[in-house]
């Protein structure tokens, strides 16, 4: 049933008008137009565009998992909002393809009209940067100095007040840390987990001494590795250890929230911990697409450019290849596998958790 009044035109539903004649050419004023630059325009505008789009999606997430209470109905929202940045994610993956029909040659044609314009300049994609978690503080050097000085006042303005609002990973520790089932009456569940790490790391260590294919220097090497294993679960359990490593930068969740997400992980079939885990993975998800993008950013870049210094006045793809390797909003997510033990060794959960987490609180 038709609800509008008056008809809705397609070319001004759009605003194909304006969108169309969003294409103008550094290189026609200064001469022959060099025909792949409407490509190169309408490949970044196409980005932008998919930018707002993840802002869109980013902006609806964020207030939620604000709240002091997800319902769940809200979180299976939240992971259907997650599983459409994905989707958007591999089309910009794919515009790669589409860029990289232009060769090198065909990009000089027009490069040098562009300076000092930049990927730097793109607001969206930093104010994404930011709103998912990833900081001054948290970029390498190069970054930290160059992230505003390229920019106008008033851009710079605004994402240094953004800087200032939680982000996504805020949002999401602090959830993680109002997880209710780590204490649930009697049961502790960290003191059964530890004890059996325990058992789990004393068997290991049994079997590389008992190992007869195993050399004198293959089995220290073994040993010297499970010893730091064990450091790595000592650290988990203890505040002043984590919070040691967490100031050297091993960690940026808090311990709270690490152990609650480790829980999540450990026991995902429970089904009120299966939204939960989706939801951690689709950030990894998130995380993981973005380093793709930048890796394939920094190759096209490295095929156009060589070692070339870019338009932006960065180190070209040396530049782009520390950003993608050190660039990471949820590496704590990442690393959670380090903590996790073969489900036949996982400590049985009590009957009243178990009541809990199948919905029937």
């Not at 027009?110 to 730097?120: H, N, T, V």
């Not at 994402?159 to 502790?188: I, T």
């Not at 920094?298 to 520390?322: A, E, F, N, P, W």
Request: with cysteine; glycine share 4%.
């Amino acid at each position: 049933m038709q609800k509008n009044v008056k008809p809705c035109y397609y070319p001004d539903y759009l605003q194909l008008d304006k969108l169309l004649d969003a294409q103008h050419p550094e290189s026609k004023k200064y001469g022959a137009e060099a025909h792949d630059e409407t490509l190169f325009i309408i490949v970044h505008q196409a980005y932008e565009l998919w930018f707002k789009q993840v802002l869109h999606e980013i902006h609806a997430i964020l207030p939620t998992l604000s709240q002091e209470h997800v319902d769940e109905d809200k979180l299976s929202t939240v992971n259907l909002r997650i599983e459409r940045i994905h989707r958007i994610q591999d089309v910009l993956v794919d515009q790669i393809d589409i860029l990289e029909t232009m060769t090198p040659l065909d990009f000089l044609d027009f490069r040098d009209y562009l300076i000092p314009a930049s990927g730097f300049q793109s607001i969206q994609f930093k104010e994404i940067e930011i709103l998912l978690g990833l900081k001054s503080e948290f970029r390498i050097n190069f970054d930290k100095k160059s992230f505003y000085n390229r920019l106008n006042e008033k851009d710079r303005n605004y994402l240094l007040n953004l800087e200032e609002q939680p982000s996504l990973f805020d949002a999401v520790e602090s959830w993680l840390e109002r997880m209710p089932f780590l204490e649930f009456g009697e049961f502790k569940f960290w003191e059964k987990y530890k004890e059996a790490v325990e058992a789990m790391l004393a068997h290991d260590e049994q079997v590389i001494k008992e190992a007869d294919y195993l050399t004198d220097a293959e089995k220290t090497f073994q040993l010297n590795d499970l010893a730091n294993t064990h450091a790595n679960f000592d650290a988990l359990f203890d505040k002043d250890k984590y919070q040691e490593l967490k100031q050297q930068g091993r960690f940026r969740l808090s311990q709270e929230a690490t152990l609650s997400a480790l829980f999540i992980n450990l026991y995902r079939e429970q089904p009120m911990l299966n939204s939960p885990f989706r939801l951690l993975q689709g950030l990894i998800d998130i995380d993981e697409k973005f380093t793709t993008w930048r890796y394939r950013h920094t190759t096209m870049v490295h095929r156009m450019l060589g070692t070339k210094i870019g338009t932006g006045g960065s180190s070209g793809h040396d530049y782009l290849k520390q950003t993608t390797q050190n660039n990471r909003f949820f590496r704590d997510l990442f690393n959670l596998t380090t903590f996790l033990i073969p489900r036949s060794s996982l400590p049985e959960l009590p009957p009243e958790v178990v009541k809990a987490v199948n919905f029937h609180l």
